[in-house]
């Protein structure tokens, strides 16, 4: 009996080993493009990061094997008996394995997202009929549809994307549902909104979405240079009612696998279940702004028409936020009945804790870290 984790090295992929090894899941295969060892010890290293207690790090030395793989090429660049063992071993697949850099060439996000998930789906088609199959989606694959109310069983992808990324998943999905339909086998997709950690990301974990945002803060900051002068107002183009879905990673990864435990009989073959894991309630621009208001006072941001007379920091925003700000535009908000309906009496997530994000802001209440390089620009 062995579990199948692609992604289990990334930020998702930390904090769901760490619920599953709490778990009685059994072995545990980890597929990571590095090489075993330095894939298990980056493993490792996050889990005591964050905080697991011994006995998940005991079971992750003794359950977790790591596999280097490539789920962008046919076979996932195992040799053929690999590919056959892993497949014959496999009872239940969790693939989260993704290329989340929204600014990404279209042509990689789309190998390591939409191929990639069809020859992670060829490795579930070789296992055994039973082999339970969860794909980690993401709730931005309703796309540009800014406004209403996404219900789960949406895949609608008329609106467009904001990006490339979303599409990448987009196709995804609807590849998943294909393959369910032609192989009658059923499948689980999640689908969170914007995950954010529960707290303060120690050293030594995976970075997560919004740390590259808060670089770009602290790099405005450093331009304006003027500690104590009035603050400068920043016009950025977006609605002012704006809101975004933001849902800890922690409740995320409970949920997803208590869904999971509760659908480990599908009701029908060929049956694609998919679930919103996002927070009951959407994130306003507003109290964004009220928290950037106080943690970095040299800026009042607002949102609005996009400015004719755009000011320094403006123009900066326009370009270093640029894949950031199409969400400014957003007002949709994401049904969760059916996710409700399978975790009956759930624990619901607690208010988002944003302050963490300005950690960089206030050394003095939290441990300073290096600012994060902005490589990775999206919320996903
Ligand atoms: N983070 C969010 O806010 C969010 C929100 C909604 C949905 N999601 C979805 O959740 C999943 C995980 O996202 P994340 O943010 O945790 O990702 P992440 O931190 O960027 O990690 C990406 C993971 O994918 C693996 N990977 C990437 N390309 C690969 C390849 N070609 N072959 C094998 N493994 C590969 C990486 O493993 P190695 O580097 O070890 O190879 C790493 O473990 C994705 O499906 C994403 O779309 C994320």
New binding site residues.
């Given amino acids: 009996m062995t579990v199948v984790v ?9 904090y769901l080993l760490r619920s599953m090894l709490s778990r009685d899941v059994g072995d545990v295969a ?5 090489e075993p060892g330095k ?1 298990h010890a ?1 493993l490792l290293s996050a889990l005591e990061a964050l905080g697991a207690p011994s006995a998940v790090l005991d079971a992750a030395r003794r359950r977790v094997s790591t596999v280097q ?5 046919p076979g ?1 660049n195992l040799p053929d008996d690999r590919f056959q063992a892993l497949a014959d071993s496999m009872t239940e697949l969790w ?7 929204l600014q990404a060439d279209p042509a990689r996000l789309r ?3 939409l191929d ?1 998930t069809r020859n992670v789906l060829a490795l579930a088609e070789t296992a055994a009929p039973g082999t339970r199959v969860r794909h ?5 694959v309703a796309g540009r549809r800014r406004e209403g109310l996404i219900l789960e069983g949406d895949l609608d992808g008329s609106a467009g994307f904001e990006n490339a ?1 979303e599409q990448s ?1 987009y196709h995804a999905e609807v590849a998943v549902r294909d393959w369910s339909c032609r192989t009658g086998r059923s499948v689980l997709v999640l ?6 950690p529960d707290g303060p990301v120690p050293a030594g974990a ?4 919004l740390a590259s945002l808060v670089s770009l803060l602290a790099r405005m900051r450093a331009v304006h240079r003027r500690p104590g002068a009035a603050p400068m107002t920043v016009r950025l183009p977006g609605h002012p009612d704006a809101r975004l879905n933001m849902v800890q ?1 922690g409740y995320a990864a409970e949920a997803m696998l208590d869904a999971s435990t509760r659908m480990a009989a599908p009701p029908a073959e060929g049956t694609v279940t998919t679930l919103h ?1 996002v927070h009951p309630q959407d994130t306003s621009a507003e109290h964004l702004w009220r928290l950037a208001a106080e943690h970095v006072p040299e800026f009042r941001f607002t949102l609005g028409p996009p400015p004719a007379d755009p000011n320094f920091f403006e123009r900066f925003a326009a370009k270093y936020f640029q894949p950031f700000l199409p969400f400014a535009w957003h007002r949709r908000s994401y049904d969760r009945s059916r996710l409700l309906s399978l975790l009956p009496g759930g624990r619901e997530p607690g208010p988002p804790n944003l302050d963490f994000l300005f950690a960089e802001f206030l050394p003095t209440r939290f441990e300073r870290r290096p600012v994060a390089t902005a490589e ?1 620009l999206s ?2």
């Fill in positions: 692609t992604g289990g090295t990334g930020f998702t992929g930390t980890v597929l990571s493009r590095d894939a980056r793989a490539d789920i962008g090429h996932l693939h989260c394995a993704a290329d989340t850099t190998r390591a997202n990639g980690l989606s993401t709730a931005f990324y998943k689908r969170p909104s914007l995950m954010i995976p970075s997560h979405q990673v894991l990775r919320p996903r």
